[in-house]
């Protein structure tokens, strides 16, 4: 039973195209997050949600938008995709103040 | 506002002992230890919490001084499995705003 589960493991376009990468856990956890991950491997928040409320945007591009159907589910659409948005994506969940629990990842090339 | 991990990266003999630091210029309300092994996502390894407790896990253990807004990771007799790169993450007190560290590369070689 995967407890954060994404799709595509693997993502491969074109500059300027529009992509979505999806993201559900199981855990019944309040919070979520998306993580990108660069060459250099840092880990940087992009988003949290916390009970479909958007609480943390750091300063990402406006092309990248959260998308929360529900609390279990929080996916991540990018427009206009760019060379610089190549990386991993990694998304999560938690409750409040607790580990998290991270997927699998999702390898995003932009050619 | 992201914390500041040291060293950068450590090569280990399989025995060893080794140091991680994380240091933050904000104030914490906790501090997370993850490790990531190539190709896969973080896994969580200990969280602390504000109040300087010192928690272990294996023969992996840390400790988080609040008042200078710092958190160590102790790896004693390091395995092979140790291997990975090692980020610290910080919830600062205003708030749900968590940051990861830069990371720390930890190589164990027999």
């Not at chain 1, 979505?20 to 928040?45: A, P, R, V």
């Not at chain 2, 023969?59 to 980020?87: P, V």
Request: hydrophobic content about 30%; some cysteine; glycine content about 6%.
């Amino acid at each position: 039973d995967t407890a954060v589960s994404q799709t595509p493991k693997y993502l491969v376009t074109q500059m300027g195209n529009d992509k979505s990468i999806k993201c559900e856990q199981n855990l019944g956890h309040d919070t979520m997050y998306w993580y990108k991950q660069d060459s250099k491997k840092f880990l940087k928040i992009m988003f949290s949600y916390n009970n479909k409320e958007l609480i943390i945007n750091e300063t990402v591009p406006n092309r990248f938008s959260p998308k929360s159907p529900d609390k279990a589910h929080l996916n991540l659409h990018i427009n206009s995709l760019e060379l610089g948005d190549s990386a991993v994506y990694f998304c999560a969940s938690s409750h409040p103040y607790n580990e998290q629990f991270f997927g699998p990842g999702t390898r995003l090339t932009v050619l | 506002q992201q914390p500041v991990q040291s060293p950068q990266a450590v090569i280990l003999r399989e025995g060893e002992d080794a140091v991680i630091n994380c240091s933050s210029s904000k104030a914490l309300y906790s501090v997370h230890w993850y490790r990531q092994k190539h190709g896969e996502a973080p896994v969580f390894l200990m969280i602390l919490l504000k109040g300087g407790e010192q928690k272990g896990h294996e023969k992996i253990s840390a400790s988080f001084n609040e008042k200078k807004q710092q958190s160590s990771l102790y790896l004693t007799a390091s395995q092979l499995s140790y291997s990975g790169t090692y980020f610290c993450g910080t919830e600062i007190n205003t708030g749900n705003q968590f940051y990861f560290g830069t990371g720390t590369s930890l190589t164990v070689i027999p």
